[in-house]
């Protein structure tokens, strides 16, 4: 099955830094990349996502970057707030399966 | 559009009893999933469902068991609860793994004593 390593597992920046997360998965069939946003004692919420035939997607100040070849996958937080405190989750999945998800990254941005 | 409502928020269960966790989506997807989160461990599948009679087992699927009569609801029975079932439980819905991601619940926190 698909195995995704996700790093690092804590990650603190200063307010108005850049935050970086990586993925790696296993499986080259796996086609589909979404990252998930988790709130303290809230439910994940996807926050952007990426397929296996794009190489970058932007949404205002978050993005994400693919590459198949190595297979890895980053998000880039740009002029982080403290509301971007949280711990994210990166997955992937390929057609007819679940999501595998990596183990999470807990951002703390410092005022 | 409630979305997926996963009943109920907090239980305290004694070691041996049985209950059922209850997950139900109003967006008509095909795909739903039940995940346990513990600190340090990510997300871990136990079960899933790809459609109506149709379920299968994820990575930790001992001591649960599920069932998926209708397109909406999708339980997750404990069969007799032990406290390394002590967890936060989350069911989610997607229309397929690669046409969006998941609609997570808001959770069911499980204290088994």
């Known amino acids: 099955g698909e195995n995704v390593e996700q790093h690092p597992s804590t990650l603190s920046v200063q307010e108005g830094d850049s935050a970086v997360i990586k993925c790696t998965y296993s499986?080259?069939?796996?086609?589909?990349f979404p990252w998930y946003k988790q709130e303290l004692g809230k439910r994940p919420q996807l926050i952007i996502d990426i397929r296996s035939n794009v190489g970058e997607k932007k949404d205002q100040r978050i993005a994400v970057t693919l590459n198949k070849t190595a297979k890895h996958f980053s998000l880039h937080i740009t002029e982080t707030q403290p509301e971007d405190s949280a711990v994210y989750f990166c997955?992937?999945?390929?057609?007819?399966?679940?999501?595998?998800f990596g183990t999470g990254t807990s951002l703390t941005v410092i005022p | 559009n409630a979305g997926v409502t996963q009943t109920p928020k907090f239980q305290v269960l004694k070691t041996g009893q049985s209950m059922t966790l209850q997950c139900a989506q109003d967006?008509?997807?095909?795909?739903m999933s039940w995940y346990r989160q513990d600190p340090g461990m990510g997300l871990r599948l136990i079960h899933y469902s790809v459609g109506a009679g149709i379920t299968d087992q994820g990575e930790v699927p001992n001591g649960y068991n599920v069932s998926r009569s209708t397109t909406e609801d999708f339980p997750l029975r404990l069969l007799s609860a032990a406290p390394s079932q002590t967890s936060v439980y989350f069911c989610a819905s997607t229309p397929a793994p690669t046409s969006g991601g998941y609609t997570f619940g808001s959770g069911t926190r499980l204290t088994v004593v």
């Open positions: 967006m008509n997807h095909e795909y």
């Open positions: 997955a992937a999945s390929k057609p007819g399966n679940q999501f595998y």
């Open positions: 499986d080259s069939a796996s086609n589909y």
